[in-house]
């Protein structure tokens, strides 16, 4: 039976087509998924059936609720239907939440909108729904704050609020972006065995072909605010025919070409690193404890390798980074690069740690919006204090930004005038324009598009074969660790209990951990 | 909670000795010594000394300073040089003009600057938002005592309402009290509220924008019940400083508005023990304001933590 059908939607944000002819049907317990790439108009078809588009909206077409054309009703007649009869995740599971009120308060706000039950009526009905999120409030009491749980939690939370009222249709825009792998399949197996037993129907947007593979019963394909391609999962990635359908589907699998590694000689040593954390005391006088974030890792990087560092988040990742980086003091062990000792806090400890060069996640936010890109690029030149003349120096700005595949020109322009895949493509200029031995790749195309996320994997190959780069990649997607690393670390707990080949690990682990990351991790389907 | 208050408890104790120190070795250190500098150039040798021996000039440095602090702490302040009275009755006095003032101020700035700063952010763009944006404006660059002599002109002169000026004390009663410190109280708070109903529409927008707004949208809470329910405490936060920050002015900072008026405050009180180097009133007054600053600031981290539970137990 048809629950939600949007006929010929198209939406115009202060005169900007953003959505063209979008037509779409969802039914009783059935998940229909929404894909493509961000600016794809996605998350605003999910706004539109909500009605809660921005401002400066004109919007046409039909969206019906089984009876009910959700464009033609008032305001209040909508603030009936949301969160009673459709309801709405989101994200970003960390900032969904009001951060002063209690999870009890945030998830009985809904049932107190929409329905007439008593309060003590309201606390059980709260209390079956975290029941059925899987967080029974014996463990986790109505009176906690979001601050006191994690980003999974969180969206369990988010979740229950949306769930609570029984609505006919849940809307789910991205709802595990932003999770680890093994939170993200408890997440997915949590929303469809909810779709099954309340029989919803749900919207699942998301950039991400193997969770839509995993997730969908249909697939619409969107591309520049209209539907491209659409059909039941089973058949679609089959008989896939948009070019922009296989484009994505052949970037979400896009496997480069790593030149063998062959230089042998050891570059980085690491023995026995470990980091402590002061934590806060909870009384006044004692003696404070100590949370050991790195736990005694060693390793060793030889010349020209690639190297994958993964695992779930708080399990060490970044502060190994950080403390490589020098930009953690150290409590205990050795870093040293070529043989050379990096110590903290001594002269030379500068010009190792200019040997090694970091590219971040968000291509935007690691740069200054004021600076050019030439100023952008060279700053690292400064802190060598070198001396070198304007032409070297632009000759040499010049080379780099061709070789992570930008035009001379560009060093003109500021960062917003470009793409994200542009950005990162700029940070690496900037990590290589200092010749540097090793360069770590701090998920750094975590946040990018599957066809951007292609293309800067594939510009990273590419300087493995002109520059014989040697780099640590960390990853949480084994995809993408699987086909630019050669050796692998998993890290749990601030140890590193696997090390090896990449290709061995992934297919053999030896580490249950290692197994369960992988066996979370969602898979796309095999034939080609 | 407890322990959240316990420790800013320590750190305005701290901050209160820091400056006593400040106030008591400035003032020592200060050229010629406070003797002679209270009396000029002209001062008998006999005078002087007299009043070295009254000072206690005679006295090591850290015992004086002990026995001023401690004598601050039993409410014993000193004796007026000019006026030859104790200062304690002498602030004691000024308290009562310069408190109540300072608190109704803030009262009428806080009561006007929500609901304008509210009604600019809900209609943001909007005519109403330009308006109130355009009027605050102005309220920041026209200084207090401009607005205090239109008040005079209009409410005192015109409408004869009010009076111009002066104090009759509290012993006349509570309204005729109150109803003399109101043109100074709205003098005081016109451009406070200007720029705290600006800062309230700003923390507003922000929060506005957060996704548990939308959140709550997607719940069903239309945008009225979306910002009263999840906004507003949000929005709370910086406007607290501010208020804070605003109090403290108001206790020290209304000595024009008090010439203006004809009140016996604090402000004027300071003014007039500089003018007439009284250097024991001088002293007591500054430690009394900064009192008062640094426990308006307690107050303020006290209800940090009571509007946001995330301070409340990091410790």
Known sequence: ?528 | MLRYSFKRLISLIISLVIASFVIFFVIEIAPGDPASFMLGINAQPETLAALKEELGLNIPKHERYVSWVTGMLTGDFGTSYTYRTPVNQMIADRMWVSVPLAIYALLISTLLAFPVGIVAATNRGKTGDVAIMGATQLGIAVPNFWFAMIMVLIFSINLRWFSAGGFPGWDTGFFLSIKSLTLPAFSLALPQAAILSRVMRSSLLDVLNEDYIRTARAKGLNKRQSLWRHALRNALIPVLTIIGLQFAFLMAGSIIIEQVFFLPGLGRLVFQAISQRDLIVVESVVMILVFSVIMVNFIVDLSYAAVDPRLRSRV
Do not use: W
């Open chain 1, 1 to 528: 039976m048809t629950l939600l059908k949007l006929n010929s939607i198209n939406l115009n944000i202060n005169g900007k087509s953003i959505l063209k002819d979008i037509s779409l049907e969802v039914r009783k317990g059935e998940i229909v998924a929404i894909t493509g790439e961000s600016g794809s108009g996605k998350s605003m078809t999910a706004l539109s059936v909500m009605q809660l588009l921005p401002i400066g909206s004109v919007q046409n077409g039909s969206i019906f609720l089984e009876d009910t054309n959700l464009i033609s009703l008032t305001e209040s007649e909508l603030c009936r239907i949301r969160g009673n009869e459709i309801s709405m995740i989101f994200q970003e599971p960390m900032t969904a939440l009001n951060p002063l009120k209690t999870i009890g308060n945030q998830i009985a706000e809904t049932v107190k909108l929409h329905k007439a039950a008593s309060h003590s009526d309201t606390i059980e009905i709260v209390k079956s729904t975290m029941r059925r999120v899987e967080m029974p409030p014996e463990k986790f009491p109505l009176y906690l704050y979001p601050h006191q749980l994690s980003g999974g939690q969180r969206q369990r939370v988010v979740i229950a609020m949306a769930i609570i009222s029984n609505p006919k249709l849940l809307i789910a825009d991205e709802p595990t972006t932003a999770l680890d792998v093994t939170t993200q399949s408890q997440i997915l197996t949590l929303l469809k065995g909810l779709v099954t037993d309340l029989d919803m129907g749900m919207i699942m947007i998301t950039h991400d072909l193997a969770v839509v593979h995993n997730m969908a019963d249909k697939i619409s394909v969107m591309n520049q605010g209209k539907i491209v391609e659409r059909g039941s999962t089973s058949t679609i990635f089959r008989t896939m025919k948009h070019p922009y359908t296989k484009m994505l589907f052949n970037a979400s699998n896009h496997k480069v070409d790593l030149p063998k590694a062959i230089n042998k000689e050891p570059l980085l040593e690491v023995s026995n690193l470990s980091r402590d954390y002061i934590l806060p005391k909870t009384k006044i006088f004692e003696r404070p404890k100590i949370f050991r974030a790195v736990d005694k890792v060693s390793f060793t990087l030889h010349k020209g390798e690639r190297l994958g560092l993964v695992g779930e988040s708080g399990c060490g990742k970044s502060t190994l980074t950080r403390a490589l980086l020098g930009l953690e003091e150290i409590q205990e062990g050795k870093i040293k690069i070529s043989g050379q000792l990096v110590l903290k806090n001594d002269v030379d400890s500068f010009a190792s740690k200019k040997r090694m060069q970091v590219v971040f996640q968000d291509p935007f936010g690691s740069f200054n919006p004021r600076h050019k890109v030439s100023r952008l690029i060279s700053e690292p030149l400064y802190l060598e204090k070198k001396n070198i003349t304007n032409d070297e120096l632009n000759n040499l700005l010049e080379t780099t930004l061709i070789s992570v595949g930008l035009n001379r020109d560009d060093k003109e322009k500021y960062i917003h005038e470009f793409s994200g895949g542009q950005r990162q493509r700029i940070a690496i200029a900037r990590a290589l324009i200092v010749k540097p031995d090793i360069i770590i790749f701090d998920e750094a195309v975590s946040a990018l598009d599957v066809s951007v996320r292609a293309q800067i994997l594939d510009l990273i190959a590419e300087l493995c074969r002109s520059l014989d780069l040697t780099y640590i990649f960390i990853s949480h997607d084994l995809s993408v660790v699987r086909t630019i690393t050669d050796k692998v670390m998993v890290m749990e707990n601030g140890k590193i209990i696997e090390y090896g080949n990449t290709e061995k690990i992934l297919t053999n682990p030896a580490h249950e951990y290692t197994v369960k990351l992988i066996e979370a991790a969602p898979s796309m389907p095999s034939f080609s």
